[in-house]
């Protein structure tokens, strides 16, 4: 069972990459899937969620109208399309996933049953 998460990269202040979440192990579009970020020295940060069933989404206050979470249930894959980045935003992002069949959760830790490693946004001009 493993999560691996794909399309961090070096991006100029208010430029756009997508982030990628993918499983082997297991069927991703079964999970509710949260994506976290950590920076160095901080604690780590619930961004956004989207769970089963009817998709209900979520996202953090400091993401909110930039960041859009989506799955694309054809190729199995969750996606994190992250628009007009900012410096704040440099971090190592990571997806995480609960259930199977998980219809409500929150941003929290210990509600997730699998993580990924992780893919490194860096925001700089």
């Known amino acids: 069972v493993q999560l691996v998460e794909s399309g961090g990269d070096l991006v100029q202040p208010g430029g756009s990459l997508r982030l990628s979440c993918v499983a082997s192990?297991?069927?991703?579009?079964?999970?509710?899937i949260g994506w976290f970020r950590q920076a160095p020295g901080k604690k780590r940060e619930g961004v956004s969620y989207?769970?089963?069933?009817?998709?209900?989404?979520y996202y953090a206050d400091s993401v909110k109208g930039r960041f859009t979470i989506s799955r694309d249930k054809y190729n199995d894959r969750v996606y994190l399309p992250m628009d007009n980045l900012e410096p704040e935003d440099k971090t190592v992002y990571c997806c995480?996933?609960?259930?199977?069949?998980?219809?409500?959760?929150?941003?929290?830790?210990?509600?997730?049953?699998?993580w990924g490693a992780g893919t490194q946004v860096t925001v700089s001009s």
């Open positions: 995480a996933a609960a259930g199977p069949h998980c219809e409500s959760i929150t941003l929290q830790e210990d509600a997730f049953d699998y």
């Open positions: 192990g297991f069927t991703l579009g079964y999970y509710a």
């Open positions: 989207i769970v089963t069933d009817d998709e209900t989404t």
